[in-house]
C-alpha cells in the first residue's frame, strides 16, 4: 500500500506543477491579446486549474471503455473528484481568500457569474436523475460549457470596445506593450499542449492507483475521491487565487474560482460522460449536488448583500465544510 501511496502523491504533485506550466503560459498569452483580468479568471486560468479535474475525468472514462466492469469504481472517484474540488473551493478556498485578502464582484456581475456556477451545478444535478450521466446528457453538459464560453466572449468584446472609447490611447499603449513576438507565442503554446499530453498519462498513473486504494481501503470511492484527489486537484485554484490576491487582482481571484466551478462540471464531466458515461453514486445525488448548489446560493446572497465576502461570512463557509466533511462519511459509507 505505501508504493501505491508514494505513486499518487508524485502523480498529484506533477500534475499540479504541470498545470502551473499550462497556467502561467495561457496568462502570457491572454496579455498577448489584452483580455480583462476578470475575463483570464473566468475562462483561461478557470480551465487552467481545472485541469487536473479534466485530465481525471476522461483518462478515467477510457478506462472505463476498456474495461466497463470497473464503472463503479472509476465513476466514484470521478464524481468524487468534481464535486469534491468543487466544494472544497466554494466552502474552503474561496473562505480562505475571503479571510486574507478581499472577494469581490461587482453587483451587476453576480447574476451572470455565481448565477452561472449555480446553474451548472442545477444542470448536473438533472443529468443524475435516474442514477446515471450518459453521453447524451454528457454532451448537453459540454455544450452548455460551449455557450457560457461564447456568452463571456461576447461580454468581453462589449467591454473592450467601451475601454477603447473611453481612454483608446492608453488602452492602445498597454496593448503594444504586452504584445509578444511570433516565435514566443509558438513556444507558449507548445508547451501548453506538451504539458497537457503529460499530464494525461499522470492522471492514469493517479486513477489506475486509486482504484487499487479504495479496492484495499474501507472508504468509499467517491469519498476518497472527495476528501484526497478533489482537495488535491483544487490546489492550482487555491494557489492562483491567493497570488492573485497578494498582488490586489481582484477580479482574477474571484474569477478564477467562480469561473473554476462551472468549468468542472461541465466541460470536464461533459466530455467524460461523453466518452462513457458515468454511474452515479447516491451520497452524489441526496447529498453532495444538493449542498453545492445550497453554498452556490448562500455564497450568490452575501456577495448580493455587500459585493464582498466579508470576514464572518468566510468564517460561516469554513464551518459548513468541515460539517460537509464530518457528516458525509457518516450518512452515506457505500456508494451504491
Known sequence: MLSEILTLIISVIAILILAEIAVRNSIRLAHHFNWSGTFIGLTILSIGTSIPEIMSAVVGSIDIVKEPSLMNTISGLIIGTNVGSDIFQQSFILAVVGLIGTIVVVKKNIISEVGALIAGAVLMWIMTIGGT??????????????????????????????????????????????????????????TIIIAFV???????????????????????????????????????????????????????????????????????????????????????????????????????????????????????????????????????????
Open 133 to 190: 450521466i450518459n453521453r447524451i446528457e454528457g454532451f448537453i453538459m459540454f455544450a452548455a460549457y460551449i455557450a457560457y464560453l461564447f456568452y463571456l466572449k461576447k461580454r468581453q468584446e462589449k467591454r473592450k470596445a467601451e475601454d477603447l472609447n473611453i481612454k483608446n490611447i492608453v488602452h492602445n499603449k498597454i496593448k503594444k506593450k504586452r504584445r509578444l513576438p511570433d516565435w514566443k507565442i509558438v513556444f507558449q503554446i507548445t
Open 198 to 336: 503529460i499530464m494525461a498519462f499522470a492522471a492514469n498513473i493517479v486513477i489506475k492507483t486509486s482504484t487499487k486504494l479504495v479496492s484495499q481501503l474501507s472508504i468509499s470511492a467517491s469519498f476518497f475521491g472527495v476528501l484526497l484527489l478533489g482537495i488535491a486537484s483544487a490546489l492550482p485554484e487555491l494557489t492562483t487565487a491567493l497570488i492573485a490576491v497578494f498582488k490586489h487582482k481582484k477580479g482574477i481571484s474571484a474569477g478564477v474560482l467562480i469561473g473554476s466551478n462551472v468549468t468542472n462540471p461541465l466541460l470536464g464531466l461533459g466530455l467524460g460522460a461523453m466518452i462513457s458515461g458515468y454511474a452515479i453514486p447516491k451520497v452524489t445525488m441526496f447529498y453532495d449536488l444538493p449542498f453545492k448548489i445550497g453554498i452556490a446560493c448562500l455564497i450568490f446572497w452575501f456577495l448580493w448583500r455587500n459585493e464582498k465576502l466579508n470576514k464572518w461570512e468566510s468564517i460561516v463557509l469554513i464551518i459548513i465544510f468541515i460539517t460537509y466533511l464530518v457528516l458525509r462519511n457518516f450518512l452515506f459509507p457505500i456508494d451504491f
